[in-house]
C-alpha cells in the first residue's frame, strides 16, 4: 500500500471519529429530537422545579412529547413559571397535570404531562392551572432526621 492511500483511510477514519463525536454530543446535549416539527407553547407555574433545566425532556406516558423551553421567575406569584414547548400532534385537556419527574433516584429532571378528561383542549399560549413540583431529596432527607429527632426515646424495660 503506497504512501497517499495510507493517508487517504487515515483521513477518512479521524472524519469519522469526528462525526461519531459529533452524534454524541448532540446526543447528550440533548439537541436531537423535534427537531423541525411544529409547536406550540404552554406554561406551568411551579412552587419549586428543582434541577429542572431548559431543554429538558416533556413526556407523556413515557413518549417524547415536547420540551422545556424557557424557566422565568414570576416576581408577583413568587413562582417559577415554565415554558413548554408541545409538538402539534399531540394535544393535551385543559385540566391536564403538570409534574417535574426524576429518572432513576438521581437522574436528570423532566416535566411529566398526565392528561385530564375535560372535552376542550390546551392552546397555544394558556396555562396549566394543576401542577406538581420537584420532590426535592435534601427536604425530604431533613424531614426525616427532623420526625426522628422529634419522637420520644424508648423507655428501657
Not at 49 to 58: D, N, Q
Not at 76 to 95: G, Q
Amino acid at each position: 500500500m503506497s504512501r497517499t492511500t495510507l493517508d487517504l483511510w487515515v483521513g477518512i477514519f479521524v472524519a469519522l471519529g469526528l462525526a461519531a463525536l459529533v452524534f454524541l454530543a448532540m446526543k447528550v446535549g440533548n439537541f436531537s429530537g423535534l427537531n423541525g416539527a411544529a409547536l406550540y407553547s404552554i406554561e406551568a407555574p411551579f412552587d419549586n422545579i428543582g434541577g429542572l433545566k431548559v431543554r429538558a425532556p416533556v413526556k407523556s406516558a413515557g413518549v417524547l412529547v415536547g420540551r422545556v423551553a424557557d424557566i422565568r421567575f414570576d416576581p408577583e406569584s413568587y413562582r417559577a413559571v415554565v415554558r413548554l414547548d408541545i409538538d402539534t400532534r399531540y394535544r393535551f385537556p385543559r385540566d391536564t397535570i403538570a409534574t417535574i419527574l426524576t429518572s432513576g433516584l438521581l437522574g436528570e429532571q423532566y416535566v411529566g404531562l398526565e392528561p385530564g378528561a375535560d372535552v376542550e383542549m390546551l392552546a397555544g399560549g394558556e396555562r396549566v392551572q394543576l401542577t406538581q413540583s420537584a420532590v426535592v431529596l435534601e427536604k425530604l432527607i431533613g424531614q426525616f432526621l427532623f420526625n426522628k429527632a422529634a419522637e420520644p426515646a424508648a423507655q428501657p424495660q
